[in-house]
């Protein structure tokens, strides 16, 4: 069960870095080009949306139920991996969820086009950042893989 999850999990990040950045991207050349909102800019911010609450709802099955990298005693933040994965990676990924949840609802509620693509530009690379920096790449050391 840990692995199939821990795989879902990997692989799922793919899916969730591709959409933020078509969002990121697709906001970015709207706000600038000063164009219409459409219900394809919608859907598009939505899936990003969608699917980094899907990979929340993995991680956190995987956090409190399934991993052995995560530790709730007192020599969890003298290692290097359990402190990572009990505080450091969760904490970060909470802040970027929460940063894409409260820019897709904002920028719902924005009255004009370039409003919502700026909305949605800021608050979904501000969380896209805090993603790359807190998935525990391969080079890092966490006994992690790429997928």
Do not use: C
Request: aromatic share 18%.
């Amino acid at each position: 069960m840990y692995g199939g999850l821990v795989h879902a999990h990997s692989g799922l990040r793919w899916v969730v870095l591709i959409l933020l950045l078509a969002a990121i991207f697709n906001a970015f050349r709207k706000w600038r080009g000063k164009r219409e909102h459409t219900e394809s800019d919608r859907k598009l911010t939505l899936y990003a949306l969608i699917a980094t609450h899907i990979q929340l709802v993995l991680g956190l099955v995987l956090y409190f139920f399934v991993s052995p990298k995560v530790l709730f005693a007192a020599e969890t933040m003298k290692d290097k991996i359990y402190r990572f994965f009990t505080v450091e990676h969760i904490f970060i990924m909470l802040i970027a969820i929460t940063l894409i949840t409260m820019g897709y609802s904002k920028a719902k509620r924005a009255t004009t086009a370039i409003r919502k693509f700026k909305i949605t530009f800021w608050y979904y690379l501000i969380a896209l950042v805090l993603i790359l920096a807190s998935i525990p790449w391969p080079f890092m050391g966490y006994g992690t893989r790429w997928f």
